[in-house]
């Protein structure tokens, strides 16, 4: 805020204000030069008594003076409550001292107090300070020996930029001329500053516990001198906590270095040194401050964190405590070139941020653009540096890994489909696992794994250098190994509670192109089991004889679906869908896919795998016209299996399914409406719900498959055409009806009602007349329209539709038990 003074309002005409002056006169020592002895304490101050309230002696001494045409306007802030933890002696007016607080009680109405600093130093910089401590708006106005305007003095702290050596005055004021206030007004310079306290080498050390000390209220600033050389990068700490302490850096020239203390951050020295510190408190508060500003380049004070090799790093791994905003370091030391794996335990991680820093205090890696790992480009020292982001303090354990080595790393493995996964043991919250393996280049490899119980797992491939391998983003799966040799899985385990000493998590690493180890499965027949049944392993071959669409169904002992993804010779993505369309005859790799991406599925989980052309043959044919209503009736014998049924409507004809009511898992199949070339037409919800309609080409098959969770059984279903003349019986206006006997060979019948014996809303009723079950109701128009129902399951129930002209077709769909039904329609009752 220095330097920045309050607009003038143009709206504001005021008449100069006479103001009577008191003269102080305040000599700054001719002290150049950064290290200077101390020629007063800024902490202290020398005071010309005054009574509270009493007009200084001076006020009325001297003559008065008009106000400069350019002062600006009263700034539009509420002053801050300024804290004084002691009383001082008053002064109004007299010598005032670079560094001393000038405390003044009362300013009354249109009196000046004036105060002049005498300099022996060309082109000085003074840090100006009025607190306004009660009362009306003060503000002053700084003139150098000619009477011109060098800066004015309001809220905040003030540089004033100085001519040549002289006598400068200050002249303090009520803004507005009417009204009382109290003040504090302090001094100091910038290129001869009354006093500078030296920051040893120590100070730099991040083990320093800093500089502590209070800033008095009112004081302009408190000067700190140090030398570094140019370049060098410090780390520098919020020095107030609480309060609004900051400051700024200067170098030899007096000119601005690059560097403002006030919140937690790094900066580099620019300019010459040695160098200055400024410290203030932002609204002229007393307050404490606590200065660091541990050097990042060439950094020292850390402790030692040495690199340490695959598995728990038990005492090479490092620990600390950071506090609540601040940061920590630790020393590493790099014997050559190479990759390192940076880890924190989970729980500091999730509330730390790391960077690493080289010997030049450059950033080498950052927490979340080097996750996996971290590539030292020389051998030398390098600095990791954990800001604590939390409220609270953190207590840490770190480790470093050096990825271009196998030290530690597990027995080498394969990448074979058939041996069970490795199993992982993690006994440390900072250990990074090695899982070697040898490929050839070219060879396509995916990584699975699982922890064994809720955690996050992070795996990645390296080479024997330490390089991670495939870093971009890639719509294939598995990752292309440049190389014949050996590779390495790089894992590890975040989670990490409290009494935890050991987690576990099982691995696979595996080969999507040329895989070994995986059954083989050929295309089988609708209406019989798969031949290969149930068995382990996650991968099928798939050996397809021609190319084409082909129905590809995975399944477990309970017929939940599995979903694979297919992959071609290469280890390429073909499919992730029920129908498969395969470029070419050959083999093909089938691959389970987790409930999780590339999540472990072990040997120990049984499934079968259905390979079917997707245009059905050898199919039975099913009855779906005429009066009486031919069920079709099969089994399924074992998952996976999948049925068809060959409809005789042609083309353009509609048609429903029938189950019976109380049907449940194998008993009421799912079913698809595929034509003569396997492509889709209906599901279940249309059959259902409304009606199908015959497109593409003849034949028409359904194709059925057991519902989810249950593994075989016995099933009965019906289709009828509802297009077109009906050739069903007619059901007759009025209370005698129809009546229907149902069982479990026949749960659906259907009538007809002709144009005229229906008006456009019509009540049908039907009733459970003897047996057992329920019923419901559709009404259908002659385009095939479900126009009513179906309704819910019922013994005994009116329902009444809203119909179009025209004949109507009405179905009563029961239970697959013995019952006799009457059914009735009429003309809704008032």
């Known amino acids: ?118 300099t022996t130093v060309d082109s000085d910089v003074l840090i100006g300070r009025l607190t306004q401590l009660s009362g009306e708006i003060v503000q002053a106005q700084v003139t150098d020996p000619g009477g011109s305007q060098v800066c004015f003095l309001s809220s905040y702290s003030t540089e004033c930029q100085l001519g040549p050596a002289g006598r400068y005055t200050a002249t303090v004021y009520i803004y507005y001329g009417t009204g009382t206030s109290s003040y504090l007004l302090s001094f100091e310079s ?36 140090f030398d570094q050389p140019t370049g060098t990068v410090l780390h520098l700490a919020d020095p107030s906590g609480t309060d609004d302490v900051q400051g700024s850096v200067r170098d030899a020239e007096n000119q601005p270095a690059g560097c403002n203390v006030r919140y937690a951050q790094n900066c580099t020295l620019t300019g010459p040194g040695p160098y200055r510190l400024f410290l203030e408190e932002t609204y002229g508060n007393e307050a404490p401050y606590n200065l660091r500003m541990p050097r990042i380049s060439h950094a020292f004070g850390c402790p030692t964190l040495p690199l340490t090799g695959f598995g728990d790093p038990g005492p090479s791994g490092g620990s600390g405590t950071i506090p609540a905003s601040e940061i920590g370091c630790q020393a590493l030391t790099a014997a050559a070139p190479g990759t390192v794996a940076i880890r924190f335990d989970g729980f500091a991680a999730q509330r730390f941020y790391w960077y690493l820093y080289d010997v030049d205090g450059q950033q080498v890696c950052s927490q979340y653009e080097n996750a996996r790992s971290c590539a030292l480009p020389q051998a030398g020292s390098y600095t990791l540096i954990a800001r604590n982001n939390n409220w609270d303090p953190v207590v840490y354990q770190a480790a470093v890994t050096s990825l271009n080595g196998s030290d530690g790393c597990a027995p080498l493995t394969g990448t074979a489909w058939d041996p069970p996964a490795v199993v992982v043991s993690q006994t440390s919250p900072v250990q990074t696992n090695c899982q070697p393996f040898t490929a050839e280049a070219g060879d396509r490899i995916i990584v699975y794994g699982a922890p064994d119980r809720w955690n996050q797992l992070s795996t990645w491939l390296v080479d024997e250098q330490g390089t991670v391998l495939c870093t971009e983003w890639s719509e294939e799966d598995g990752c292309v190994l440049p190389n014949d040799g050996t590779y390495r899985v790089i894992s590890y385990l975040s989670g990490w509670d409290s009494g935890t000493t050991e987690l576990t998590y099982r691995l696979q690493i595996r080969a999507l192109d040329d895989p070994s180890g995986c059954p083989t499965v050929t295309p089988g027949s609708y209406g019989t089991a798969p031949e290969a049944g149930l068995a382990g392993i996650r991968c099928r071959v798939l050996d397809i004889p021609a190319a084409g669409t082909y129905q590809v169904r995975a399944v477990n002992a309970n017929n939940y679906r599995q979903y694979p993804t297919i992959y071609d010779a290469s280890g390429l993505r073909v499919c992730s869908w029920q129908h498969c369309q395969f470029p070419a005859a050959g083999r093909y790799t089938l691959v389970l896919n987790g409930p999780e991406v590339n999540k472990v599925i072990d040997n120990d989980h049984l499934y079968t795998v259905s390979v079917l052309p997707v245009a059905p043959s050898n199919c039975a044919t099913a009855a779906d016209d005429g009066p009486s209503i031919e069920p079709f009736r099969d089994s399924f014998t074992a998952p996976g299996e999948v049925d068809c049924v060959e409809l005789p409507s042609p083309a353009g004809a509609r048609i429903v399914r029938w189950a019976p009511g109380d049907a449940t898992g194998a008993a009421r199949p799912e079913i698809t409406i595929v034509d003569a070339t396997g492509a889709y037409l209906c599901d279940y919800n249309s059959l259902y719900q409304y009606s199908c309609e015959l497109t593409g080409t003849a034949p028409f098959y359904a194709v059925l498959v057991s519902p989810e969770n249950t593994a075989g059984g016995a099933y009965s279903v019906a289709f009828s055409r509802v297009d077109g003349s009906s050739s069903c019986p007619e059901l007759p206006r009025g209370d005698v009806g129809a009546t229907f006997d149902a069982g479990p060979d026949d749960f659906v019948a259907c009538f007809t009602v002709p144009a005229d014996q229906h008006g456009a809303r019509e009540s049908f009723t039907w009733q459970r007349t003897a047996g057992s079950g329920d019923a419901s109701l559709s009404v259908f128009t002659e385009a095939g329209v479900r126009y009513c129902g179906p309704t819910s399951q019922s013994v005994n129930r009116t329902v009444t539709c809203h119909l179009p002209d025209g004949p109507l077709t009405v179905f009563l769909e029961a239970d697959g038990v013995d019952a006799s039904y009457r059914l009735t329609h009429r003309e809704p009752s008032a």
């Open 190 to 225: 910038t290129k001869a500053p009354s006093a500078c306290k030296t920051l040893p080498e120590r100070f730099f050390s991040f083990a320093s516990p800093g500089v502590s000390g209070t800033l008095r209220a009112g004081l302009a600033a408190r000067c700190f001198t």
């Open 1 to 118: 805020m220095r330097g920045i003074l309050p607009a003038h309002r143009p709206d504001q005409t005021r008449r100069p204000v006479l103001i009577r002056s008191a003269l102080v006169t305040l000599t700054v020592a001719a002290t150049v030069g950064v290290g200077a002895p101390a020629v007063a304490d800024p902490t202290a101050a020398t005071s010309v008594s005054n009574p509270a309230g009493a007009v200084h002696p001076a006020a009325t001494a001297a003559p008065a003076i008009p106000v400069a045409p350019d002062t600006p306007a009263a700034p539009e802030v509420e002053a801050r409550p300024v804290k004084l933890t002691e009383a001082a002696a008053d002064q109004c007016g007299g010598r005032l001292a670079l560094g001393r607080v000038a405390s003044c009680s009362t300013i009354v109405d249109q009196q000046q107090h004036q105060f002049t600093v005498t």
